[in-house]
Nanobody, 124 residues
Framework: QVQLVESGGGLVQAGDSLRLSCSAS????????MGWFRQASAQERESVAA????????FYADSVKGRFTISRDNAKNTMWLQMNSLKPEDTGVYYC?????????????????WGQGTQVTVSS
């Protein structure tokens, strides 16, 4: 069973930074593209960033480009999302996922099963 555990969220002010972590307990992590998604209240889950299996390519939604950085360390089975210059519209629950594809800079999740996520709240 694939287990992905997100952490690092919190309540911050606009302009602040947060670093999210995704810890994986599956060997599939090391050979899979990975992505970060977020879901704001009453909105659909959206892809915000994706990274190739070996970390050499990164993809971002236009709304976060230049502010967020996705990275991974396969030796540690961990992926991160560094979020700078946070805005109130970045508020939501953030999830990580194994991807089956990256299309138009957006991750397509392999599964419809999601973990607990980590809450990010940005106050104005």
């Amino acid at each position: 069973q694939v287990q992905l555990v997100e952490s690092g969220g919190g309540l911050v002010q606009a302009g602040d930074s947060l670093r999210l972590s995704c810890s994986a307990s599956t060997p599939a992590f090391n050979r899979s593209a990975m992505g970060w998604f977020r879901q704001a209240s009453a909105q659909e889950r959206e892809s915000v960033a994706a990274i190739s299996w070996n970390g050499d390519k990164q993809f971002y939604a236009d709304s976060v480009k230049g502010r967020f950085t996705i990275s991974r360390d396969n030796a540690k089975n961990t992926m991160w999302l560094q979020m700078n210059s946070l805005k109130p519209e970045d508020t939501g629950v953030y999830y990580c996922a194994i991807l089956r594809a990256i299309v138009a800079n957006r991750g397509v999740p392999l599964s419809n099963s999601w973990g607990q996520g980590t809450q990010v709240t940005v106050s104005s």
